[in-house]
């Protein structure tokens, strides 16, 4: 019997459960086929857990390991620009948990929250404002409506004080392939508290093999939030050159170092980035190029007082310690970046109110760049909102109607992520942006370039690759792009953070002694190769490659 007639008999099972809601596979392509990335897949079917479903979860795994079917989990399915709600392999039919969206419990004496999967930042922001409002909820750029769990299971960065969603993550529950059920350590020796406070449990700590994973279907975990500082300031700095880049490297180190936990992270912008935030796409400009002529880029820049590099920066602290910390980041920038300057969301307010005494056209512009900086502003204050989405509709400019929640993968948005991490030396930093920029250019495609930090050795660096995505001829082009940027940057010493669905054979083919251990756990736990197939987990001779 065939994948699909297996499929659509293990449907008839899964749609006999209670607690479960099954689309066959038309209305599921529907539903999940559209990607940002342009990757295709087929989507047999999806299953859709409500509310009370998960303890369906033992029967959904054997009638799939019975019928050899795979399935693919996912949170809230907006993984934009790493193959959105996808499976990484040919064929698999969708397990949607977004209906599991319970908080569990919230302990506001520790900030500790343990949620399921379909708990969004919108839903904890409103929960946690009616509990008290003591803590932050870790925000992404990717919008309200996203999963919290999945965008740590996917190992993603925010831009609150725990930046790093797998860190503040502990207390797993899982359901492994086979269908039995992991807990952390601590609940079975009687202490489940401490399951949410310590990761690590005892013994050899496991919590990060369901990480970028496909060893097991995460039903719950627990999320340690930040407690809200008394004060959130941001700094904002120009780089006048590409030369004063390395530069200012060592000084960020210095911030980092010195500061703390008080400076949240600090990023660097290339122009091309920053104009994506000012202004609409210039298409009318173009002339016969593909992309901004460089003429073209200096001018716009030049007209938006937009530098080289741009910086942004967050700081964390108490009322007495923030004049502190501003004293020591202008110490470390001092000579190196210009136009410093600290805002709060008050100076931010005050500024807009005396725009009514500015010029219409300055007032104009200002009042848009003030907006935006108040929102970014939200979002580091762990109020999660849209405002870093518009990315995805630069080129096209079609976003829809006001009022209407963005959605790129369903507005037809053209977005491949390059998330490489780059060390944080001047000269790597250096030659990585000025090789990025040349290679980006060479396949026609815009080179938009921020670096994160996220220790203070290490940048994690986002580049969207952004292309019409009605265009076949490039949507083809930016997945060369994407695989030459991958492979010649780990040759120079660069590699991504995180893989989208199409990107993933090329970890295959660099595996090592890495791959093996994951592809041996894979086929101890999951011999039938049901869940999530290629995931990351590849398995050399189970995986069908995807074309
Ligand atoms: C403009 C823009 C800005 C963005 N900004 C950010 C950002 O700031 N930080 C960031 O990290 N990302 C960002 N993204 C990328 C992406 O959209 C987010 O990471 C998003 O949170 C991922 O989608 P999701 O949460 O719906 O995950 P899902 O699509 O639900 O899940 C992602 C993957 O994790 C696995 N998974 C999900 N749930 C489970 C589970 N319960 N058990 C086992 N496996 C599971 C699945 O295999 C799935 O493919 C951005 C994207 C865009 C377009």
Redesign the pocket.
């Known amino acids: 019997m065939d994948l699909v007639t297996r499929a659509a008999l293990a449907l008839d099972q899964w749609s006999d459960l209670q607690g479960v809601k099954v689309m066959r596979g038309a209305e599921a392509t529907a539903c999940y086929g559209a990607d ?1 990335g342009a990757a295709e897949r087929q989507i047999l079917g999806a299953i859709q857990l409500q509310y009370d479903g998960k303890a369906r979860l033992p029967q959904i795994l054997a009638i799939a390991r019975a019928a050899r079917v795979p399935i ?12 959105t ?1 996808l499976p990484a392999s040919g064929a698999a039919v969708i397990l949607d ?1 977004s209906g599991l969206d319970r908080i569990l419990d919230y302990d506001p004496e520790f900030g500790t929250v343990t949620l399921e ?1 379909g708990v969004t930042q919108a839903k904890l922001c409103r929960f946690l404002a009616e509990n008290g409002g003591r803590h932050m909820v870790p925000t ?3 919008g309200p409506e ?2 919290l ?3 740590a ?2 190992r ?3 831009i609150t004080p725990h930046a790093d969603h797998f860190n503040a993550l502990s207390n797993l529950e899982v359901i492994l392939p086979n269908g039995e059920w992991l807990r952390a350590p601590f609940s079975s020796l009687g202490v489940p508290v401490l399951d949410k406070l310590f990761r690590n449990g005892i013994g050899p700590s496991w919590i990060g093999l369901f990480t970028q994973s496909a060893l097991g ?2 039903t719950s975990a627990t999320i340690t939030l930040a407690p809200h500082p008394e004060r959130t300031a941001v700094f904002l700095f120009s780089l006048r050159s590409q030369e004063d880049l390395p530069k200012v490297v060592g000084r960020v180190r210095a911030v980092l170092d010195q500061c703390g936990g008080l400076v949240g992270g600090v990023n660097l912008m290339n122009r091309h980035r920053m104009l994506s935030m000012t202004i609409p796409y210039p298409k009318e400009r173009l002339g016969a190029s593909p992309i901004m002529p460089d003429g073209l880029v200096d001018e716009l820049a030049r007209a938006n007082l937009i530098m080289p590099w741009t910086g942004f920066g967050t700081l964390y602290c108490s009322e007495r310690l923030l004049s502190a910390v501003k004293k020591e980041v202008k110490a470390a920038l001092r000579g190196v970046a210009v136009r410093l300057v600290f805002l709060t969301a008050d100076r931010i307010q005050t500024l807009r109110g005396a725009l009514k005494f500015a010029p219409a056209a300055l007032a104009k512009r200002a009042e848009a760049s003030l907006a935006t900086l108040a929102k970014s502003l939200d979002l580091i204050q762990g109020i999660p909102n849209e405002t ?2 518009p ?2 509709y630069w080129l096209s400019g079609r976003r829809p109607p006001p009022g209407t929640q963005l959605h ?1 993968s369903r507005d037809g948005c053209g ?1 491949l992520w390059y998330a490489p991490l780059v060390a944080m030396n001047p000269e790597l930093v250096n030659d990585y942006t000025l090789w990025v920029t040349g290679r980006m250019k060479a396949f026609g495609i815009e080179p938009l370039i921020t670096l994160t930090t996220i220790s203070s050795s290490i940048f994690d660096s986002t580049v969207p690759i952004l292309f019409d995505r009605a265009n076949e001829a490039a949507a083809r082009n930016a997945g060369n792009c994407l695989q030459a940027l991958m492979e010649e940057g780990r040759q120079r010493g660069y590699t991504p953070y995180r893989l989208g669905i199409d990107a993933l054979p090329w970890l295959l083919g660099h595996g090592g002694s890495s791959l093996q251990f994951v592809s041996d756990l894979k086929r101890h736990l999951d011999p039938e190769n049901i869940l ?1 197939p290629s ?1 990351y987990c590849l398995n050399p001779e189970l995986t069908p490659q995807p074309s």
């Open positions: 940002c693919y989990p996912i949170s809230t399915g907006r993984n934009w620009g790493y193959g709600a948990l999967p992404t750029g990717a996203v999963s769990l999945s965008n299971l996917e993603g960065y925010g279907i995460v870093a989405l990315l995805a790129p977005l999530a995931r």
